[in-house]
């Protein structure tokens, strides 16, 4: 292990196949057969499973990129999940019984069962090589964070190198666990969208949920280059929103309401810690040079790369790819239009055509960045 390169993959649902079309192309920029470029992995939600799939295949990053893009390119919404025939009365009655505490206590409540994805994961993982990655220096660290529903804490659980403590900090803290498909199923775990997960004596969901800091987990991991994928549109050129001009003529929908909230959970908090580490690194820079030798820790180097377009607008052209059930549920939420439920629909369009089309937007942007990624990586690999 020649460095402390950290890839940073946040959460997204469906939208995560974009680092999938970026890790593609890094594949073909870095010399083949190399192994991982990265000693720390950090993943929030569905970017936890890619992650995983990249530290267990440690010795080989082409191969690893490859096997991740043939799963992702033959997925389907019935490898993910599944839906009620009738949603709509049976996320009703799940409601109702709610209310008045009518519910099995072992059972959290969603509207969609993701017992697929177990399977998914249980046959193209396997856990067993992470531990040798770390046991042979190919890897310092993976972590995968998810949120107690308990606590309220953002939680990484992180397998690593002996000399790696844990942490615990306000409302943030780091386990040393041996991870298995339990954890990235906790973190990948949308609320309201798909059950909570049960680790020992705690239910967990989504890590995107009370997630200050996406860079944090890698920060006290002993990360000092960062490498991050995004799956925000925020850096795009032109917005496919409506203007700011152009008044809403109703009151949002339900299907609009948790599309912002997704939107919320899963993107803003990134473009806010890069800043701020630019900001403290440009502070640094200043300071004299024995007082800049105090913090050494922080990372000096950041790249981060996230859609040239916005995924919204590539979500409305595949809705009709959604299971008819699921539609129906999105539509029954309020959303009228297509254009109305394309936000969250972008997180659960796990079909071919989304998928795919996000990968090779994810490929096309990192060609873009060549030149950077090679700089970034020079004299690693």
């Not at 267990?56 to 991740?68: E, G, P, Q, R």
């Not at 917005?239 to 948790?258: G, H, T």
Request: hydrophobic share 40%.
């Amino acid at each position: 292990m020649t460095n402390n390169n950290a890839l940073i993959l946040s959460g997204g649902g469906a939208r995560a196949a974009y680092q999938v079309g970026v890790l593609s192309a890094m594949g073909k920029i870095l010399p083949k057969h190399t192994a991982l470029p990265f000693s720390i992995l950090c993943g929030t939600s569905a970017g936890a499973l890619n992650a995983t799939m990249l530290a267990s295949y440690a010795d080989n990053f082409s191969k690893a990129v490859s096997t991740l893009a043939f799963v992702w390119r033959h997925l389907t919404p019935d490898q993910i999940y599944t839906v009620g025939r009738w949603p709509v009365a049976t996320s009703l009655t799940k409601t109702l019984l709610s209310l008045f505490h009518v519910h099995n206590s072992e059972t959290s409540m969603a509207l969609m069962d993701n017992t697929p994805l177990k399977e998914l994961l249980s046959n193209h993982l396997d856990f067993s090589k992470i531990h040798t990655a770390i046991d042979k220096q190919q890897l310092r660290a993976l972590a995968i964070t998810a949120m107690s529903y308990s606590t309220g804490e953002s939680t990484t659980f992180f397998q690593g190198q002996a000399d790696i403590q844990g942490w615990q900090e306000k409302r943030r803290k780091g386990v040393i666990a041996r991870l298995g498909v339990d954890h990235l199923l906790a973190s990948s775990a949308i609320p309201t969208i798909f059950p909570a997960h049960k680790i020992q004596n705690h239910y967990y969901g989504d890590g995107a949920i009370r997630q200050k800091s996406a860079i944090y987990p890698a920060l006290k991991l002993g990360a000092n280059k960062l490498f991050i994928i995004g799956v925000s549109g925020n850096r795009s050129a032109k917005k496919w929103a409506a203007p700011d001009e152009e008044v809403e003529s109703s009151a949002p929908s339900m299907a609009q309401i948790l599309g912002q909230l997704l939107n919320s959970a899963f993107i803003d908090n990134l473009e806010d810690d890069i800043n701020q580490l630019e900001i403290m690194n440009s502070l640094i820079r200043d300071l004299p040079k024995d007082k800049q030798a105090l913090h050494q820790n922080l990372p000096t180097e950041t790249l981060i790369i996230s859609p040239s377009e916005e995924l919204n607008a590539i979500a409305h052209h595949y809705i009709k790819t959604l299971p008819k059930n699921v539609r129906i549920l999105l539509k029954a939420a309020g959303g009228s239009t297509s254009e109305k439920i394309s936000s969250a629909a972008s997180y659960l369009l796990f079909t071919p055509q989304y998928c795919r089309a996000l990968m090779d937007l994810g490929y096309q942007d990192a060609m873009w960045e060549k030149d950077r990624i090679i700089a970034f990586f020079e004299g690693h690999v």
